[in-house]
């Protein structure tokens, strides 16, 4: 069964192509392709805090132990830069060549990626992105997120969200969506998504999420 979710809460962004999403340190942090520029916006006024520049922006970012993971370049590299000053502290090669990245988010025990070319979510390890599992996904998952006992993905030419349980082995519910989604992210009780159509960061209640508190992913 698919249901229509409402909009929590719209917030228009000054880009052409918001690309990736996350939440890190009390503000959403999204990339934008045409800038070049990742920036730290406040999620009631929409007020840019912050921002750094990466030259090669391709797809998502999230956070890994304080720092920004953004996916880079034609070949979907993994960079993971300072928040502060966009200093490169590490760089890694796409674990899958050849293959489009299309989402990443880090949680407690790992590392979700989303291969839309593939339809897949690989979960795969923090210290070395050895693969640990690779769950099929049906249509072409673009964003994807996780929270507390779940695996989140966006299927932007569907207008989807789809839950699965925390093992990434279970549909639990799709939800329609407004617009476009593509990468998406959780602030402890809200999802949120970059709306391609709008070009907004958009806000849904999620089923099962109204009583959540505090931030989920541990990172």
């Known amino acids: 069964m698919t249901i229509l979710a409402g909009i929590v809460r719209d917030l228009p962004v ?8 996350t939440w890190f340190g009390q503000f959403l942090w999204f990339s934008e392709g045409f ?3 990742i920036s730290a916006v406040d999620p009631h006024t929409g007020q840019v805090i912050h921002q750094i520049s990466c030259d090669d922006i391709s797809t998502d970012l999230t956070t890994v132990r304080g720092a920004l993971l953004q996916i880079v370049g034609e070949e979907d590299r993994l960079r993971l830069l300072d928040p502060g000053t966009g200093a490169t502290l590490d760089e890694a090669p796409n674990p899958r060549p050849g293959h489009s990245v299309s989402g990443i988010e880090a949680g ?10 593939l339809g897949v979510l690989d979960f795969r390890s923090l210290d070395d992105l050895s693969l640990v599992e690779s769950v099929p996904v049906g249509g072409r998952p673009t964003g994807v997120t996780v929270s507390d006992g779940y695996v989140t993905y966006a299927d932007q030419r569907r207008g989807r969200l789809t839950l699965l349980d ?4 279970h549909e639990r519910v799709t939800v329609s969506v407004w617009g ?15 709306d391609y159509d709008t070009l907004q960061l958009r ?5 099962g999420f109204r009583r959540s508190a505090g931030r989920g992913a541990g990172r």
Request: include cysteine; glycine fraction near 14%.
């Open 14 to 21: 000054n880009a052409l192509t918001p690309c990736g999403l």
């Open 203 to 207: 806000a849904v209640e999620l089923p």
């Open 166 to 169: 925390a093992g990434g082995h």
């Open 108 to 117: 407690r025990d790992g590392l979700w990626m989303s291969y839309g070319d």
């Open 35 to 37: 800038t070049r520029r």
């Open 180 to 194: 476009r989604p593509s990468a998406l992210t959780w602030d402890g009780r809200l999802h949120w998504y970059c």
